[in-house]
């Protein structure tokens, strides 16, 4: 089912770009590294989050670059905390697929990436899981893996905007915090600041962004 498919089919994403919008894409993401590779002598890069949609009336997420440019996006005109939601490019495909599933003590959100093949079908491969776990924690694990590889501190429970994300030795590999001014000046709990390590993979760590904006119902 195509991505154009899919959105008349559920009516909860919807993506529009203004012609003044600047968009482009966040270098690292394209490239993907895998938490186990990478220059571990690079310094951590930060990107600004917004727990905004930029279209009227929608809710979502916009991911700004390095430039201060628009970078990824997520539109959902459904309720906050959609069953289903896509992460998307700058031209509009999806690259990561949410979606929440079972109840209670045993909801999880499901998180697949997506594949492009020009005008064919597009296909969502199983990647990983998050659910939530005890002391306000989430716990992610990937797709095929023995277990937790990552938890997440502090990102479960109402106007959760800061929190970590550790590897399995845990150490932080992604933060998320309220967003500064070169003055000191602390902005609202949507304007977020995400610092990442080098090594970590760029797209995971947005996705898990993602999450816990479902996961709080801030989006």
């Not at 949410?98 to 594949?115: L, N, P, Q, S, Y």
């Not at 080098?198 to 760590?205: N, R, S």
Request: glycine residues 10%; hydrophobic residues 35%.
């Amino acid at each position: 089912m195509s991505f154009s498919s899919q959105q008349q089919q559920s009516r909860e994403i919807f993506f529009e770009l203004s012609p003044m919008a600047k968009i482009q894409p966040l270098p690292a993401a394209a490239a993907s590294p895998s938490p186990c590779s990478g220059d571990h002598h690079q310094s951590p890069q930060a990107y600004k989050v917004w727990m905004k949609s930029l279209v009227f009336n929608g809710n979502g997420c916009a991911v700004y670059g390095p430039d201060g440019a628009v970078a990824f996006r997520v539109d959902n005109y459904g309720c906050r905390g959609g069953r289903e939601v896509f992460f998307m490019d700058r031209q509009g495909n999806a690259l990561v697929r949410i979606r929440r599933k079972g109840f209670g003590m045993f909801k999880r959100w499901e998180v697949c990436r997506c594949a492009h093949n020009g005008h064919q079908d597009e296909e969502a491969t199983p990647w990983f899981s998050v659910r939530r776990a005890e002391k306000g924690r989430a716990a992610v694990a990937m797709h095929g893996g023995s277990g937790t590889c990552y938890r997440i501190d502090e990102c479960s429970g109402e106007h959760k905007p800061e929190y970590r994300v550790r590897g399995v030795d845990g150490s932080a590999v992604a933060e998320v915090a309220r967003k500064q001014t070169a003055a000191g000046v602390v902005l609202g709990e949507d304007v977020l600041t995400l610092t990442m390590a080098p090594e970590v993979d760029h797209l995971l760590v947005l996705g898990l962004v993602v999450v816990c904006g479902l996961m709080n119902r801030s989006m």
